[in-house]
């Protein structure tokens, strides 16, 4: 079993920053992928970025250049930094961990808004 504690949501106007954090706990191993999903109302959920065990990221196209993925090795998870956010990227935002198993955080709450 993997425990996924999200934290950082929260409202920004447009052109506003983010910070989400994830931080994995239990039968967590080495090899794994995390990464951000969102999902928006009415909308499947979609991948954001992901990073591997190596640390190579992988992003949506839309958030390339805008969102920033790193390792948090220090709570063995992930942030995802988010800049010149759009009112689109409103959602619920949820961490997900990968190896073997899959595994999904609570989810967060984003919402970019004048």
């Known amino acids: 079993q993997v425990q996924l504690v999200e934290s950082g949501g929260g409202s920004v106007q447009p052109g506003g920053s983010l910070r989400l954090s994830c931080a994995a706990s239990?039968?967590?191993?080495?090899?794994?992928?995390m990464g951000w999903y969102r999902q928006a109302p009415g909308k499947e959920r979609e991948l954001v970025a992901s990073i591997d065990f190596r640390g190579n990221p992988t992003y949506l196209a839309s958030m390339k250049g805008r969102f920033t993925i790193s390792r948090d090795n220090a709570n063995n998870g992930v942030v995802l930094h988010m800049r010149s956010l759009k009112p689109e990227d409103s959602g619920v935002y949820y961490c997900r961990w990968a190896g073997g198993a899959v595994y999904w955080g609570q989810g967060t709450q984003v919402t970019v808004s004048s």
């Open positions: 239990g039968s967590i191993g080495s090899i794994n992928i």
